[in-house]
């Protein structure tokens, strides 16, 4: 099975920052990778599919990069509605694994 | 608009058996292939099982294998979890999911969610 790995788990930073969470996998899967926001008591919103495609109606402030086994979500200028879990995902081969989340807190 | 409400969740002993169902509407159902997804409490995602959209190709996460079966039934719209041998380590919400694109298995994440069912397994 792929294991996916995220860094950090956690990461605090103000409305305006850049901010970047990493997703490594552990093997290579192409850019069959995936971002999820997920809020308390939500269900998680999709964010990025293929790597680095937006999904329909999610800012452009989000954005993702990658191939391979190293990929990046960044946000370029943090809004008060970001702050939120962050999941990634492959979708190379199954199972579909997750990576453990990074959430995003409030400095 | 593209609608999924689970249902079937709630309190069970080990041991016992549970039967989720996911209920699709606003789009073509029997185009797509579905999901579950679970989330302990605190915890992270954990992807559970897959389907594709004429129920060709099943798929499911060790944990669960031999003891949840996931079927659908293209004619009510309608995704079903049949969950044996629970344990406590599989409450949960379950959240059931779509696939992001008329296909089976399209590789580009799930665009569409419901709002989760909780199941908790405890004596």
């Known amino acids: 099975d792929i294991q996916m790995t995220q860094s950090p788990s956690s990461v605090s930073a103000s409305v305006g920052d850049r901010v970047t969470i990493t997703c490594r996998a552990s093997?290579?899967?192409?850019?069959?990778l995936a971002w999820y926001q997920q809020k308390p008591g939500k269900a998680p919103k999709l964010l990025i599919y293929?790597?680095?495609s937006l999904q329909s109606g999610v800012p452009s402030r989000f954005s993702g990069s990658g191939s391979g086994t190293d990929f990046t979500l960044t946000i370029s200028s943090l809004q008060p509605e970001d702050f939120a879990t962050y999941y990634c995902?492959?979708?190379?081969?199954?199972?579909?694994?997750f990576g453990q989340g990074t959430k995003l807190e409030i400095k | 608009e593209v609608q999924l409400v689970e249902s079937g969740g709630g309190l069970v002993k080990p041991g016992g058996s549970l039967r989720l169902s996911c209920a699709a509407s606003?789009?073509?159902?029997?185009?797509?292939?579905m999901n579950w997804v679970r989330q302990a409490p605190g915890k992270g995602l954990e992807w559970v099982s897959s389907?594709?959209?004429?129920?060709?190709?099943?798929y499911y996460a060790d944990s669960v294998k031999g003891r949840f079966t996931i079927s659908r039934d293209n004619a009510k719209n309608s995704l079903y979890l049949q969950m044996n041998s629970l344990r406590a380590e599989d409450t949960a919400v379950y959240y059931c999911?779509?696939?992001?694109?008329?296909?089976?298995?399209?590789?580009?994440?799930?665009?569409?969610w419901g709002q989760g069912t909780l199941v908790t397994v405890s004596s």
């Open positions: 293929a790597a680095s």
């Open positions: 995902q492959q979708a190379n081969s199954f199972p579909h694994t």
């Open positions: 606003g789009f073509t159902f029997s185009s797509y292939s």
């Open positions: 389907i594709s959209s004429s129920s060709s190709y099943i």
């Open positions: 093997q290579g899967i192409s850019s069959w």
């Open positions: 999911a779509r696939d992001s694109q008329a296909d089976d298995f399209p590789q580009l994440g799930f665009d569409y």
